[in-house]
């Protein structure tokens, strides 16, 4: 295995809304990790009718959700109280394994019935891929990031364009 295959998502998707949560739960999943800033919403906005909309869904559909984030546990809190219907993990220090697992551990899934769903490749799906959690990698909701982000993404589309290549021989 390459160096950049650690790091190419097993699915890549345009938008978290995009996601056909109904046939996943069919093929057995039963868990959904998200990421919260740019999967869900643009970075640091609060949870808006769509995001509401798509937890209630998860839930009738019969997943357990769970919001981990690297960010503080005010921002984290706060939305998972306006969406209902996930618990969260905040400052999970992505890509360590250490959340994935305690995630699971509170939907009481397993790596085999869980979901991965993020925005960045490097904190989100490396730590998905290293806690064997099938992922995937949605486009960031908004464009206008800090600069160390702009940084990590200039590395990003060094990797995409490599899976994108691989995926279409
Ligand atoms: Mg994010």
Known sequence: MGFFENFYPDEYV???YEIDFESLYKQG???VIFDVDNTLVPHDA???DRAKALFKRLHDIGFKALLLSNNKEPRVKHFAEDVKYASYIFKAN???RSGYFAAMKKMGTTSGTTLFVGDQIFTDVWGAHRAGIRNILVHPINPKEEIQIVL???LEAI???RYF???SK
């Open 159 to 161: 990797v995409l364009k």
């Open 152 to 154: 990590k993404r200039r």
């Open 14 to 16: 345009r938008s978290t």
């Open 165 to 167: 290549s691989h995926n």
């Open 94 to 96: 992505k890509p360590s």
């Open 46 to 48: 609060p949870a808006d």
């Open 29 to 31: 999943y039963r868990g």
